[in-house]
């Protein structure tokens, strides 16, 4: 069963200090790996996507990891903000299919103090 | 620019009660429309999806049904709630073609209480 496993489920880290999120996959082959932001109440928000051939990619003060060898993600926080609490989940496209067909990690919920 | 507007943002309802979820998109046409329900702990979990007016694919079997009487505009409706039914309901949209640089546009979803 294709699955995606996010860790730590939460997480408390004060204001200033990096952090490292990380995504477990089995979903093999893949066609792309995305981080979403979700604020409290609101719908997700595409952070960075990756292929399967793509190691590193950063957006601002983000950087998502991949290796796909060890078919795992990490998405790095540096600097961290208060507006950075929120939810990060981690999604798999596979190859096959279309958007419908998109699996979700569960997410790691961030709380960042000041 | 593409917008997706989602209502009512929160809502309460006696189980047995009707229920209507509207969600528009703006800025874009023929896009495909999903519902997904969101649990506490547990991944998006994908309801509906409609590649267009009239084309309902129902990914889980439920209490829930879902409508797409225009290009832009996405229903998801019940005729009697269960308790069982309170959750974060998310609408979104996407290209129709896959694209790496095109993800899922959501909306700001709606927070369901049946009582």
């Known amino acids: 069963k294709n699955q995606v496993e996010q860790s730590p489920q939460s997480l408390i880290i004060l204001e200033g200090k990096n952090c490292t999120l990380q995504?477990?996959?089995?979903?093999?082959?893949?066609?792309?790996l995305r981080w979403y932001k979700q604020d409290t109440g609101r719908g997700p928000v595409s952070l960075t996507i990756?292929?399967?051939?793509?190691n590193t990619k950063s957006n601002g003060r983000y950087t998502a990891t991949l290796d796909a060898d060890t078919k795992q993600s990490s998405l790095h926080i540096t600097a961290s903000q208060l507006s950075d609490s929120a939810s990060y989940i981690c999604?798999?496209?596979?190859?096959?299919?279309?958007?419908?067909?998109?699996?979700f990690g569960a997410g790691t919920r961030l709380a960042v103090h000041p | 620019s593409q917008t997706i507007h989602q209502w009512p943002a929160t809502l309460v309802q006696p189980v047995g009660s009707p229920l209507s979820l509207e969600c528009t998109v703006e800025?874009?046409?023929?896009?495909?429309l999903y519902w997904y329900r969101q649990a506490a702990g547990r991944g998006l979990q994908l309801l509906f999806y409609?590649?267009?007016?009239?084309?309902i694919s129902s990914e889980v079997p439920q209490n829930l049904s879902a409508s797409r009487p225009q290009d832009r505009q996405f229903i998801l409706s019940s005729k009697k709630l269960l308790l069982s039914d309170s959750g974060f309901y998310l609408c979104?949209?996407?290209?129709?073609?896959?694209?790496?640089?095109?993800?899922?546009?959501f909306g700001n979803g709606t927070r369901l209480t049946v009582t």
């Open positions: 995504c477990n996959y089995t979903v093999s082959p893949f066609s792309n």
């Open positions: 999604v798999v496209s596979p190859p096959s299919g279309g958007y419908n067909k998109l699996i």
């Open positions: 409609s590649v267009g007016i009239g084309q």
């Open positions: 979104a949209w996407s290209s129709k073609r896959i694209s790496y640089n095109s993800p899922l546009h």
């Open positions: 800025g874009t046409s023929n896009p495909n």
């Open positions: 990756m292929t399967f051939s793509e």
